[in-house]
C-alpha cells in the first residue's frame, strides 16, 4: 500500500524558532507538495517540487523554505516561527502526469503545529 | 489559478438519509478529486474522476467536464461518512498542481 508519511502528528513550538517538518513517501513519486489547512480557507499550497533539488513557490510561500535532497523526502522549514504559521500542515505527492492513468495526489497524516 | 466553488459550504443529515455535493470549478480541468478527511485529519482519496461516472460502493461521483462541475453521492449515509469533503482540480495549463474548494462539512447524527 502507497504510504506518505509526516514525522510528526502533534508539535509545540516556541516563537523564533526554526522548524522542520518531514515528509518521505516510498511511492518514488516524482512530485510532493505542502500545504497548510486553515479553518474557513481550505488547503493552501506552501511549495512544491517536481524533481530532487528543485523547488517551486506555491501561493503563501512568505516565512517558508523547502529542501528536496532525495526523491523520497521533502522538509518543509519554518526559518522564524511565529504564531500565524499554527496550522494543520499537510504533505501529499504524486506521480508526473504523462502517460499515467489515476495519477492523483496522495496525503501523509498531517501534523498540528502549534507556535506559542 | 483555477477558483473551485463547494456546496453546501454545512450538511446534517439524519442517519440513512442520502446526500449530493456539488463542486464548481472555472476553467477545464486534467483531472478531479474527491478526498474525505476525517476527524483526525487524513486526506483519503475517493475518487480520480475527470469526467464520467464511478461508484464505490454507497458512493458515487459524476463529472461532468463541459459543464465544470462535480457530484458525490452518498446514499444511506453511516455515523462515519462524517467529515470534511473536498474536491481538488488540476487545471488544462497549471502543471501538476491541484487546486482545493474550501469542503463540504458533513455530520451524520445516528
Known amino acids: 500500500d502507497v504510504k506518505v508519511t509526516q514525522s510528526s502528528r502533534y508539535l509545540v513550538k516556541r516563537t523564533g524558532e526554526k522548524v522542520f517538518l518531514e515528509c518521505v513517501q516510498d511511492m518514488d513519486h516524482e512530485n510532493m507538495f505542502w500545504y497548510r489547512q486553515d479553518p474557513g480557507l481550505g488547503l493552501r499550497l506552501i511549495y512544491f517540487s517536481y524533481d530532487v533539488k528543485m523547488k517551486e513557490k506555491g501561493d503563501i510561500p512568505e516565512g517558508y523554505s523547502v529542501s528536496r535532497e532525495k526523491k523520497e523526502r521533502f522538509s518543509l522549514i519554518l526559518e522564524s516561527a511565529s504564531t500565524n504559521q499554527t496550522s494543520m500542515y499537510l504533505c501529499a505527492s504524486s506521480l508526473l502526469r504523462a502517460g499515467v492513468i489515476n495519477y492523483g495526489y496522495t496525503f501523509g497524516s498531517g501534523t498540528r503545529l502549534t507556535v506559542v | 489559478g483555477i477558483q473551485v466553488e463547494q456546496s453546501p459550504p454545512d450538511l446534517i443529515l439524519q442517519e440513512g438519509a442520502n446526500s449530493t455535493l456539488r463542486c464548481n470549478f472555472s476553467?477545464?480541468?486534467?483531472?478531479l478529486q474527491w478526498f474525505h478527511q476525517n476527524p483526525w485529519g487524513q486526506l483519503i482519496n475517493l475518487f480520480y474522476?475527470?469526467?464520467g461516472t464511478k461508484q464505490n460502493g454507497r458512493l458515487s461521483a459524476t463529472t461532468v467536464a463541459t459543464e465544470r462541475y462535480s457530484l458525490l453521492y452518498i446514499s444511506s449515509s453511516q455515523t462515519t461518512d462524517s467529515g470534511v469533503y473536498f474536491c481538488a482540480v488540476e487545471g488544462s495549463n497549471t502543471g501538476n498542481q491541484f487546486y482545493f474548494g474550501t469542503g463540504t462539512s458533513l455530520t451524520v447524527i445516528p
Open positions: 476553467d477545464s480541468v486534467n483531472n
Open positions: 474522476i475527470p469526467s
